[in-house]
């Protein structure tokens, strides 16, 4: 029987786990991170057990990332979400090169080589204005699911231009534009060009060298994804289950044996 390998990325407002047999996904789960990291990674690491019909015992080697790495009790090791990022993306997307990460607590771009390293990063500023976490704000004001916003985004035919780039002040605008009666999917056409306009900024402030794939939260928002394809003007890379790269490659880096 091969080796199992853990990898698990607890953000901070989810945290996601990655089953490998071998170099064979077995088994992946994502969950509300909730007020006891602690806790949160013991049920992730259960549930990927359960799911991959595994014993603790036969998992070799488990490594953990993202905000709340440190309170994984049973890893091995830890790493950066960005050296997780990179090895994850580049074993579903190998011909990336730069890499967004539309995160709920902010958003990192970053360069890598042909083998997943890590060349040079950016973080956005702490305001939540350039995080997926602007897309969670909107979709309360809106009574709606966060997977829901970009489907409708992609029916607007007018889109709203958004005045500020702070989720806060974000907030109060689209509650006085819905009083004012714009449609849904036109506020949330105008959201996505703003928060693309801010991710793409620090793409650019980089350098841009493609191929161009967006992970995170973010990345699982159709609208978002447009957006920025229409400030750059080519289409990007956006692997499956976005969400999930950094789980991967904490998993991907736990079968090289722990280090990134």
């Given at each position: 029987m091969p080796p199992f390998y853990l990898g698990i990325d607890m953000g901070s407002a989810y945290s996601k786990g990655l089953l490998l047999e071998g170099d064979r996904i077995v088994a992946a789960y994502a969950c509300p991170s909730g007020g006891d990291f602690r806790v949160t990674a013991?049920?992730?690491?259960?549930?990927?057990?359960?799911?991959?019909?595994?014993?603790?015992?036969?998992?070799?080697?488990?490594?953990?990332?993202?905000?709340?790495?440190?309170?994984?009790?049973?890893?091995?090791?830890?790493?950066?979400?960005?050296?997780?990022?990179?090895?994850?993306?580049?074993?579903?997307?190998?011909?990336?090169?730069?890499?967004?990460?539309?995160?709920?607590?902010?958003?990192?771009v970053f360069r890598m080589d042909d083998k997943g390293n890590l060349h040079s990063f950016l973080l956005s500023g702490k305001c939540a204005g350039g995080s997926a976490?602007?897309?969670?704000?909107?979709?309360?004001?809106?009574?709606?699911?966060?997977?829901?916003?970009?489907?409708?985004?992609?029916?607007?035919?007018?889109?709203?231009?958004?005045?500020?780039?702070?989720?806060?002040?974000?907030?109060?605008?689209?509650?006085?534009?819905?009083?004012?009666?714009?449609?849904?999917?036109?506020?949330?056409?105008?959201?996505?060009?703003?928060?693309?306009?801010?991710?793409?900024?620090?793409?650019?402030?980089?350098?841009?060298?493609r191929d161009y794939a967006l992970v995170g939260g973010g990345a699982r928002n159709a609208g978002l994804v447009k957006a920025i394809e229409d400030l750059v003007g080519f289409e990007i890379l956006v692997p499956p289950d976005p969400h999930m790269t950094a789980a991967l490659g904490a998993a991907v880096i736990a079968a090289e044996g722990g280090r990134p």
């Open positions: 013991g049920k992730i690491r259960e549930e990927l057990l359960s799911s991959g019909r595994t014993r603790k015992q036969d998992v070799l080697c488990t490594v953990a990332t993202g905000y709340g790495s440190k309170m994984v009790p049973f890893a091995d090791t830890t790493v950066t979400d960005l050296s997780a990022h990179a090895r994850g993306v580049n074993r579903l997307c190998p011909t990336a090169r730069t890499v967004v990460d539309a995160g709920d607590l902010y958003s990192k976490r602007a897309l969670t704000v909107i979709a309360k004001v809106l009574h709606l699911k966060v997977e829901e916003l970009g489907d409708l985004s992609l029916k607007s035919t007018k889109r709203v231009e958004f005045s500020t780039g702070c989720a806060v002040f974000a907030e109060s605008e689209a509650v006085s534009r819905i009083a004012e009666g714009v449609a849904k999917e036109d506020l949330l056409a105008g959201l996505n060009r703003a928060l693309a306009a801010q991710l793409n900024a620090l793409a650019e402030r980089l350098g841009i060298e």
